[in-house]
C-alpha cells in the first residue's frame, strides 16, 4: 500500500488518492527500483535492482529493443525519448516516478472515458477504470497507442472536499479539445462532464 504522505506530494493531483492507490495496485510494482522487461508478450528475466543506478543500466540496456517498464507505477520507460542516454534517473525516484505515472494514467483515463461518450452513468466507472488499465500495460485502447495519443481533456477534477455525511466523491471529465484527433466510436462527445461514483473503487 501506498504511503498517504507520498501520494499527496508526488501523484498526479487531478486523480483522487483511492484512484492513485487503485492504479498502483493493479498496475505498478512494490518498489520503485522494479524493472521488467517484455519483448515479443515474453517476459526477460533481468536482474534485481538494489540501487538506482543498478536499475537505469538495466532500463538503458532494453529500451529500444523490448518493452521496459520501471518504478512503483511501471512507467514505460522510452516514451517521448529518442536516445536511451537521454533517460533520467528520476525514473526510479518513487516521487518522480509517482507523478510521472500517475500523470500518464490520469490521460489514458481520459481517452478511455472519451471512447465510451463521457457517459454519467456511475455504473459505468469501473469498467473505463478496468479498460485504462489494461491500455496501461498493453500500451494500446481501440488500436490507439495510448502513450503517444494526444490528451483529449485538459484534467480530471476531483471534489477532494466532500460535504458532512457524504460518502461520495466525484469525477469531472471535460470535453475533447477540438483539435484533438477523434478516437472514440461514433457520434461526437456532447456532454460537459463526466460524473462518477468512486465509492465502487474503494474511494470515499
Given at each position: 500500500?501506498?504511503?498517504?504522505?507520498?501520494?499527496?506530494?508526488?501523484?498526479?493531483?487531478?486523480?483522487?488518492?483511492?484512484i492513485?492507490?487503485?492504479?498502483?495496485?493493479?498496475?505498478?510494482?512494490?518498489?520503485?527500483?522494479?524493472?521488467?522487461?517484455?519483448?515479443?508478450?515474453?517476459l526477460i528475466?533481468?536482474?534485481?535492482?538494489t540501487?538506482?543506478?543498478e536499475?537505469?543500466?538495466?532500463?538503458?540496456?532494453?529500451?529500444?529493443?523490448?518493452?521496459?517498464?520501471?518504478?512503483?507505477?511501471?512507467?514505460?520507460?522510452?516514451?517521448?525519448?529518442?536516445?536511451?542516454?537521454?533517460?533520467k534517473?528520476?525514473?526510479v525516484?518513487?516521487?518522480?516516478?509517482?507523478?510521472?505515472?500517475?500523470?500518464?494514467f490520469?490521460k489514458?483515463?481520459r481517452?478511455?472515458?472519451?471512447?465510451?461518450?463521457?457517459?454519467?452513468?456511475?455504473?459505468?466507472f469501473p469498467?473505463?477504470?478496468d479498460?485504462?488499465v489494461?491500455?496501461?500495460?498493453?500500451?494500446?485502447?481501440?488500436?490507439?497507442?495510448?502513450?503517444?495519443?494526444?490528451?483529449p481533456g485538459?484534467?480530471?477534477?476531483?471534489?477532494n472536499?466532500?460535504?458532512?455525511?457524504?460518502?461520495k466523491?466525484?469525477?469531472?471529465?471535460?470535453?475533447?479539445?477540438?483539435?484533438?484527433?477523434?478516437?472514440?466510436?461514433g457520434?461526437?462527445?456532447?456532454?460537459?462532464?463526466?460524473?462518477?461514483?468512486?465509492?465502487?473503487i474503494?474511494?470515499?
Open positions: 500500500m501506498l504511503d498517504a504522505a507520498l501520494i499527496q506530494q508526488c501523484a498526479d493531483p487531478s486523480l483522487k488518492p483511492a492513485v492507490e487503485q492504479f498502483v495496485t493493479a498496475a505498478g510494482a512494490n518498489g520503485p527500483l522494479a524493472v521488467t522487461v517484455k519483448s515479443g508478450g515474453r528475466l533481468v536482474p534485481k535492482a540501487t538506482q543506478d536499475a537505469m543500466a538495466i532500463v538503458r540496456q532494453y529500451v529500444g529493443q523490448a518493452v521496459v517498464r520501471v518504478g512503483l507505477t511501471q512507467f514505460p520507460a522510452g516514451v517521448g525519448v529518442k536516445d536511451a542516454a537521454d533517460l534517473p528520476d525514473l525516484d518513487p516521487c518522480e516516478n509517482l507523478r510521472k505515472g500517475t500523470a500518464m490520469a489514458v483515463l481517452i478511455v472515458a472519451k471512447w465510451y461518450g463521457n457517459p454519467k452513468n456511475d455504473d459505468v469498467q473505463i477504470f479498460d485504462a489494461y491500455a496501461w500495460k498493453t500500451g494500446e485502447f481501440e488500436g490507439v497507442s495510448v502513450f503517444q495519443a494526444e490528451d485538459k484534467s480530471v477534477t476531483i471534489d472536499v466532500l460535504p458532512a455525511h457524504q460518502d466523491a466525484t469525477v469531472d471529465l471535460p470535453p475533447a479539445d477540438t483539435d484533438a484527433e477523434s478516437i472514440e466510436k457520434e461526437s462527445v456532447g456532454s460537459a462532464e463526466m460524473r462518477i461514483d468512486l465509492s465502487r474503494g474511494g470515499k
